[in-house]
């Protein structure tokens, strides 16, 4: 473990080199509905795939919404998530940008998920 998580800091460090942020979706696949995979907890590790790789870089890291999925079942929309990376320490500027993103993207007002 700690060779891959040496590779993984160097990559994610060497990526945020060329780019003040990188951004990646929160998961591989749209939110589901609250206890839809209590029965598949693959289903559910797979969620987390896109989270493992900063757990392991201990770099900064921030989710805001970004949209909300057209349900197949006509019922409620459900939230995607956009998650941004930073610098090592570069959480004030991390923060800032998120805020500016939920401030100009009105992702809260395109839908009103019930809950």
Same mark, same amino acid.
Do not use: W
């Given at each position: 473990?700690?060779? $891959? #998580?040496?590779? $993984?800091?160097?990559? @994610?460090?060497?990526?945020?080199?060329?780019?003040?942020?990188? !951004?990646?979706?929160?998961?591989?696949?749209?939110?589901?509905?609250? /206890?839809?995979?209590?029965?598949?907890? =693959?289903? +559910?590790?797979? %969620? &987390?795939? +896109?989270?493992?790789?900063?757990?392991?870089? %201990?770099?900064?890291? $921030? !989710? *805001?919404?970004? /949209?909300?999925?057209?349900?197949?079942? /006509?019922?409620?929309?459900?939230? !995607?998530? =956009?998650? +941004? *990376? %930073? #610098? +090592?320490?570069?959480?004030?500027?991390?923060?800032?940008?998120?805020? @500016?993103?939920?401030?100009?993207? &009105? $992702?809260? /007002?395109?839908?009103?998920?019930? !809950?």
């Amino acid at each position: 473990l700690p060779q $891959v #998580r040496t590779l $993984v800091q160097q990559e @994610m460090q060497a990526a945020l080199q060329q780019y003040d942020i990188l !951004v990646c979706p929160t998961a591989p696949i749209a939110a589901y509905k609250l /206890g839809e995979k209590l029965s598949d907890p =693959l289903a +559910m590790y797979k %969620g &987390d795939l +896109m989270t493992i790789n900063l757990n392991l870089s %201990g770099l900064p890291a $921030v !989710v *805001v919404p970004c /949209g909300f999925t057209t349900a197949e079942d /006509g019922g409620a929309p459900l939230p !995607v998530g =956009l998650q +941004m *990376v %930073g #610098r +090592m320490f570069g959480e004030q500027q991390l923060l800032q940008l998120a805020h @500016m993103y939920e401030q100009t993207a &009105d $992702v809260a /007002g395109s839908a009103q998920p019930q !809950v």
